[in-house]
């Protein structure tokens, strides 16, 4: 089954059951001041869960746009090492505010998943909530009993509160809920360790898939857990480990939602994919943060010098120099892959195929600016190695992390990645002091950039129009409404 398909029939699925289709909000949030980025499908309903506003329907069906790269979700370390998380990804949901409740999100999760997309039903694992007594919550046995009119006793397994108590944040709406996980190692490896002892365990092939969100709570400023108003259903299951699974494959990047893109990169790298770790290690983080990077620009965040922006740019110098290091990539090769995930997203996301020139261009500058300084940052680097390895160190200090930064444009995580990589480490503090340093001695140019939101609104049309100037972290790029 296509990835295409897939999606579609997920919300076809709820919309026969009563759901009203919601589109995406965007993966930039702009007013919130909790969060910079969506990270969950639940976040525009927000206010729905706690009573603070009203929709003229009562279940939704929908699948969000995600990013992952900040604050209390951050999967950033893992993506490109792992084959299942990812810094973008769609999560498919469906939602009851005030409607239905347990009975009929497992027993419609549960159909779903075995009825109609025909996952083997041996190889599911479902988990309950065990209850906690520091807040007086009990084990879920209202989903217990539902879940084991469906599922042998044996599969459903007690959860803690890490990951069976679902938090938006430090506060907000929350409740108990219950995971669906699959195993899709081969028999074999079945027979040696049963999957159940490696639900949760991260085993890149006992993947959790689906979480089911029984909202019961809100989380007050002080810590007390509140009964909300009325109970509501929030489910949010991975789209592209759906696909995996549901395509026989062992990775996300094996799926068609990333072999389009990965054939391109492996092409025009002159490289196979699957034939060596530090290689395919670099495919997977490029054909992952081009996501990323392509639907923030899409969604009116420009890589800039600060806040979202910068977390944008920072993804993007990322996957420069893993193409750089790893792929003899010298020159932009980044943008070249917005046309393919443009045709591979026209019909559902749209965003791209309308703005493909723009984001691309924007990309293109984009690495343009980095690949200007990132030889003789990598060059400044290996000194530093040297430094290191004959004084018997194994710390970079901030001084010189400041230095890659401010005068290589060097993200500090960046850093800390080729440090890890070379067995060395940073010393993040010691940044931030130097980083403070300077910003007190020139307060005055530290008025950085204004108005990197341009937004891109689908009826606003603009342009491209050039560079303020040319420093490499302080460029201003310009854009005029057309
Ligand atoms: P995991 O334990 O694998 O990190 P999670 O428990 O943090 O996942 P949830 O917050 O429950 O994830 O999100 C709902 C679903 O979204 C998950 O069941 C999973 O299928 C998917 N998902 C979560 N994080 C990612 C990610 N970084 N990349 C791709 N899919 C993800
Ligand atoms: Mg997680
Ligand atoms: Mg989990
Ligand atoms: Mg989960």
């Known amino acids: 089954m296509l990835a295409k398909e897939i999606r579609s029939k997920f919300i076809s ?36 869960f706690l ?7 009562t279940r939704a069906v929908n699948s969000q746009k995600c990013l992952r790269v900040s604050g209390k979700h951050n999967d950033l370390e893992e993506v490109g090492i792992d084959t299942y998380h990812h810094t973008m990804f769609e999560m498919l949901g469906n939602w009851s505010f005030g409607d239905y409740f347990k009975k009929e999100a497992i027993q419609w999760a549960w159909e779903l998943l075995t009825d109609v997309y025909k996952l083997p039903k041996d190889r599911l694992y479902v988990t309950v909530f065990e209850g906690d007594e520091s807040e007086g919550l009990k084990f879920d046995q209202e989903a217990f009993d539902f879940w084991r009119s469906y599922v042998d006793e044996s ?41 159940k002892e490696l639900v949760n365990n991260d085993h890149p092939q006992v993947v959790e898939i689906w979480n089911l969100v029984f909202m019961q709570f809100d989380r007050k400023a002080d810590g007390r857990l509140e009964s909300l108003p009325a109970q509501h259903i929030d489910t949010g299951m991975g789209f592209e480990r759906l696909a995996m699974a549901l395509q026989g494959k062992k990775s996300n990047y094996d799926t068609d939602v990333f072999t389009p893109l990965i054939d391109k990169v492996a092409q025009s790298a002159g490289v196979k994919y699957g034939e060596k770790k530090e290689t395919d290690i670099a ?12 639907f923030a620009i899409a969604d009116g965040q420009l890589p800039s010098y600060n806040k979202a922006g910068y977390v944008i740019r920072r993804i993007l110098r990322r996957a420069v120099r893993y193409g750089y290091t790893f792929l003899n990539f010298n020159s932009p090769f980044l943008y070249q892959l917005v046309d393919v995930l443009a045709d591979q997203y026209k019909g559902f996301f749209d965003e791209l195929d309308s703005q493909r020139e723009l984001i691309a261009k924007v990309i293109k500058e984009e690495e343009n600016s980095f690949l200007r300084t990132l030889d003789n940052g990598l060059k400044r680097l290996e000194q530093i190695k ?16 400041f230095e890659l930064y401010d005068t290589y444009g060097f993200p500090v995580d960046l ?23 300077q910003k007190n001695r020139s307060k005055a140019d530290a008025a950085s950039e204004k108005g990197d939101w341009t937004e891109l609104l689908p009826d606003v049309k603009v342009e491209f ?14 854009y005029r409404e057309i």
């Open 13 to 48: 699925y709820f919309e026969e059951r009563g759901h009203k289709y919601v589109p995406s909000a965007p993966m930039v949030l702009k007013n919130d001041p909790t969060l910079m980025f969506t990270n969950a499908g639940m976040n525009q309903f927000k206010d729905l």
């Open 51 to 57: 009573g603070n506003a009203k929709a003229d329907y």
């Open 155 to 195: 599969r459903i397994l007690n959860g803690n509160k890490k990951d069976n108590f679902w938090e938006m944040g430090d506060t907000g709406p929350c409740g108990p809920c219950s995971e669906i996980h699959i195993d899709l190692r081969t028999e074999d490896e079945i027979a040696r360790v049963p999957g």
């Open 283 to 294: 495919i997977r983080v490029i054909v992952d943060h081009i996501r990323a990077i392509s």
């Open 386 to 401: 040297e430094r290191l390895v004959s004084q018997n160190e194994t710390t970079i200090n901030g001084r010189e992390v």
């Open 415 to 437: 850093t800390a990645l080729i440090a890890r990589e070379n067995g060395f480490q940073i010393d993040e503090p010691g940044f931030q002091q130097a980083m403070a340093e």
């Open 465 to 478: 129009v050039g560079y303020d100037h040319e420093e490499a972290e302080s460029r201003i790029i310009k």
